[in-house]
């Protein structure tokens, strides 16, 4: 009954704007394909919030929402209990049920930020829905399931309005807060025994998506279409995600933004773990679990001050393996999937290199690809070529990789920043993410599922790292593409050229009808081929490229780019 009265309501404030809009409309832009031009201030200038809520009811109970008039916005839903006190570190539980009418017009607690000490509250496990303002009565629309990134350690789901995707392409739009750093994944023995590796952040995106399949009919979803969906960490979310048995049935297609698939094994994550636990003042591995959680929020923050938990740990019940040996056995949750990465995603990582000497550069890649891999000059053991545990480079490789990448190769200012960048993204350094890593994955899932891969490769987006000329399109910079709102409160978007507009217009499509059908074509746009595994150096990917530049490529373009012929000879990590 509700329901039927939301989308009453919804009919009769339709009747009410359309008096107001209708000389805007006749102005509207079109692009030359013919689909809408959406102006980045469509979501950084929002109209006013109509002052009349919409209450839907949940089975946990009623919320109110707000609208802009063309997007509804319920925010800040529990979709689990706090997890704190005895829930700490435990796997999520269902949210508690609440009387009368929840006010759903804020965003939530965001979780505990590692390196921003004023945000740090274990009370985060919060969603937000978006939603086009005018859905037919029974009306079940797609559903994209939006995961943040920032390592693990940072991010929110506030950060990314769904508003354009969801009014642009009809669809639902979900985002999500999850836990981080050493609250999120922490592999501490004894810890948890209903989740022994210490895979929490990946059993709260679960419960999301459980909550998600249960509630989002309510807001005109459809839980038969929910498209999964993250960049960075968030990608590497998806990733496991997908290797995942309990997250078996609660998505029905994948998308992977520059995401890599490693995860760690028990044993390093273990290593990791106790690490922290000895910075919380608990150095004793047998009765660490015990004393971990006796101390405080703001104790175990600090304890992991460097703990930096980008992998998830595969080997119990949630991963059994890890993705890559998932994807290479078939045993893996088999969906339509859309992936890829930026053409130079290192570049994101090496603005400190800038000043970087010859010297310095030679003695840097001696070590991430020679018989050890110490810290040098700032490099960590998260950029070694061999982390532990994963055997020792070969004699002579850091040789070969000086004689393809040489410093003089790069141009004279700000070399060290170029050449980093340009050789974390084509190895493996940054553990498969972007370049012929996230070219192996694609060729692996192609084997046995639908698989559509892209680059993007618009050569100055506005989130160039450090303001460096030419550096490209770096980790990412797709972003500000279909998320408007990303930018540290200074939208990306509104720096957009028209060119840099067009290619925004096409991602939305894209990924609307990737959502909507589980293929990315859409009308109006470049044909986007599906990643064929028998075709070799034949295969076909997507260049996104600003204004009427984007194209398709082959594989064998891609792999020249990225020198991918060398990399496949040379020795990886297998997690």
Known sequence: MLRNQRRISRRRRLGALLGATLPVLALSLTSASGAPIHTPNDEVNLAPVVSQSLTVTTNDGKISGRTTGSVDHWLGIPYAQPPVGALRWEPPQPAAAWTGVRAAINYGNECTQFGNPTINTEDCLYLNVFAPAVIPTGAKLPVLFWIHGGGNVSGSGDQFDGSLLARSDNI???????????????DVPGLSSAEPTGNFSLLDMEEALRWTQSNIPAFGGDPSKVTIAGESAGGMAVCSLLASPPANGLFSAAIMESGSCRNNSDATAQAEALVVAKAAGCPT???AAACL???????????GAGFTPIWYTYGGPDLPMSPLQAFASGHYNRVPILMGDNRNEGGAFTGGYRNLTSDQYTQLVDSAFGAGCGAVIGLNSFLCGYPPGAGSSPSGLAAEVLARYPFSAFPAQNTGAYALGTLLTDSWLYGGLGGCGAREVAASLAKTTTLYFYQFDDPNPPSSIGGLPGIGAVH?????FLWPSVGNGNSQAAEFTPAEQELSNQMVAYWGAFTSTGSPDADGQPHWPAYSASAGGHARLISLRPGDKTREITEADYSAEHQCSFWDQAPQPQT
């Open 172 to 186: 639902i739009v979900v985002t999500i807060n999850y836990r981080l750093g050493p609250f999120g994944i922490l």
């Open 285 to 287: 591995a047998a009765t």
């Open 293 to 303: 959680r006796g101390q405080s929020e703001a104790t175990v923050q600090s304890a």
């Open 476 to 480: 990412g910079s797709e972003l500000p």
